[in-house]
């Protein structure tokens, strides 16, 4: 990261929050940036995140004080679409329930419970940004019907990709499995609620690997508990990572991730660098690559 800033005026300091300081006129954090911390750092110009998701940063008082945010949202994308295809795998094959009878010192093929054929998943995709695309292309290379929701494309854009355009509450109803690729915001926190998962056909999977407030996390574990759900996997929790008071949950036919979707050496290389450029950019006077707010100046 020090690198690619070589040639400005500028000292890279690492710190954790609270952030405060009248020299600081850039910020690159994975930690939550509030109102407080911004109004604590008058001279930043720009709060870059290494990450496609930017809920951490409040964007609405940075854009109020003229700071850019910018994010990172195509570092990762073939990470996270083969991390989600290989949790869906995982659930409709029983691959993690029969790996543990086995280490358990079982060996019959029923521990799973019932698995299906790929070819019979009718898949949803809720958000169809570049993660909900690669997801769709992948689902149907293996043979899947797949259909998705994003209100913010128009359906024949979604319909180009082989994806059937829907409705939330269609996709719901008509969908075997579902996977949730969309931003969390204020409009999208419990996207998938208790009314919606209720909506699922009997024995339905779910798969989550974008952020666990998009779907209600008490009413998952509860329609995966009453039978309601096949199996659910997730890669994303409330409370990361988990602790005393908020343990990993541990249910059968559910398949716990630790934020891992994202990773491999190349993303884990691209992510704070391509971050760090967008720093650059607002500093040395360019609109920065990936902003999230539009800002009429860079002077708070």
């Given at each position: 990261?020090?690198?690619?800033?070589?040639?400005?005026?500028?000292?890279v300091?690492?710190?954790?929050?609270?952030?405060?300081?009248e020299?600081?006129?850039?910020?690159?954090?994975?930690?939550p940036?509030?109102?407080?911390?911004?109004?604590?750092?008058?001279?930043?110009?720009?709060?870059?995140?290494?990450?496609?998701?930017?809920?951490?940063?409040d964007?609405?008082?940075?854009?109020?004080?003229?700071?850019?945010?910018?994010?990172?949202?195509?570092?990762?994308?073939?990470?996270?679409?083969?991390h989600?295809?290989?949790?869906?795998?995982?659930?409709?094959r029983?691959?993690?329930?029969l790996d543990?009878?086995?280490?358990?010192?079982?060996?019959?093929?029923?521990?799973?419970?019932?698995?299906g054929r790929?070819?019979?998943?009718?898949?949803g995709i809720?958000?169809?940004?570049?993660?909900?695309?690669?997801?769709?292309?992948?689902a149907?290379?293996?043979?899947?019907?797949?259909?998705?929701?994003?209100?913010?494309?128009?359906?024949?854009?979604?319909?180009?990709?082989?994806?059937?355009?829907?409705?939330?509450?269609?996709?719901?109803?008509?969908?075997t499995?579902?996977?949730v690729?969309?931003?969390?915001?204020?409009d999208?926190?419990h996207?998938?609620?208790?009314?919606?998962?209720?909506?699922?056909?009997?024995?339905?999977?779910?798969?989550?690997?974008?952020?666990?407030?998009?779907?209600?996390?008490?009413?998952?574990?509860?329609?995966?508990?009453?039978?309601?759900?096949?199996?659910v996997?997730?890669?994303?929790?409330d409370?990361e990572?988990?602790?005393?008071?908020?343990?990993a949950p541990?249910?059968?036919?559910?398949?716990?991730?630790?934020?891992?979707?994202?990773?491999?050496?190349?993303?884990?290389?691209?992510?704070?660098?391509?971050?760090?450029?967008?720093?650059?950019?607002?500093?040395?006077?360019?609109?920065?690559?990936?902003?999230?707010?539009?800002?009429?100046?860079?002077?708070?």
């Amino acid at each position: 990261m020090r690198a690619d800033l070589d040639g400005l005026d500028v000292v890279v300091e690492t710190a954790s929050p609270p952030w405060s300081g009248e020299d600081v006129v850039g910020l690159l954090s994975f930690e939550p940036v509030t109102a407080d911390d911004l109004a604590s750092l008058p001279s930043v110009r720009v709060v870059a995140t290494p990450s496609v998701g930017f809920d951490h940063v409040d964007v609405t008082a940075a854009t109020a004080r003229g700071v850019w945010v910018c994010n990172v949202p195509d570092y990762c994308v073939d990470e996270l679409a083969d991390h989600t295809i290989a949790l869906l795998l995982a659930l409709a094959r029983g691959v993690v329930e029969l790996d543990r009878s086995v280490r358990d010192g079982g060996w019959d093929h029923r521990a799973a419970g019932r698995l299906g054929r790929l070819a019979d998943v009718r898949l949803g995709i809720v958000g169809f940004g570049r993660i909900g695309r690669a997801v769709a292309g992948r689902a149907l290379a293996l043979g899947m019907v797949v259909a998705a929701f994003d209100p913010l494309l128009a359906p024949d854009v979604i319909a180009a990709t082989g994806a059937r355009p829907t409705s939330l509450e269609e996709l719901l109803r008509s969908s075997t499995a579902v996977t949730v690729h969309a931003p969390l915001t204020p409009d999208t926190n419990h996207l998938l609620g208790a009314a919606e998962l209720a909506l699922l056909p009997m024995g339905a999977y779910v798969v989550n690997v974008a952020r666990a407030g998009l779907v209600d996390s008490e009413a998952l574990l509860a329609a995966l508990a009453d039978g309601r759900l096949g199996g659910v996997a997730v890669d994303v929790l409330d409370v990361e990572p988990p602790d005393a008071a908020a343990p990993a949950p541990k249910l059968a036919r559910l398949v716990v991730n630790p934020h891992a979707g994202w990773y491999s050496e190349e993303a884990e290389e691209a992510a704070p660098r391509r971050a760090t450029e967008a720093v650059r950019d607002v500093l040395e006077g360019r609109v920065p690559a990936n902003p999230v707010n539009e800002v009429a100046s860079n002077v708070p």
